[in-house]
């Protein structure tokens, strides 16, 4: 991930766009656009309040882990 962000980052953060959802489930699949941030050597993906209903979080799951797929955009 470092690799492939080199050259991408904006004070640190790497802008991407976050496919989440299953298109056969419920909430479908939403796109959204938010940042990466830098934390422990690796990357920190915060959830966005749009996000949470689409992957079927709420406050109760803070610290759950999610998987998601992203594209790296150019800041």
Do not use: H, S
């Not at 915060?46 to 998987?67: Q, T």
Request: proline content about 9%.
């Amino acid at each position: 991930m470092k690799r492939a962000a080199r050259g991408l980052e904006c004070w640190g953060q790497v802008n991407v766009a976050e496919v989440v959802g299953d298109e056969g489930g419920p909430a479908g699949v939403e796109t959204f656009r938010t940042a990466l941030f830098p934390k422990d050597g690796g990357y920190l993906l915060p959830p966005r309040d749009a996000f949470r209903p689409a992957v079927g979080l709420i406050p109760e799951d803070a610290g759950a882990v999610v998987a998601v797929c992203f594209d790296l955009l150019r800041p």
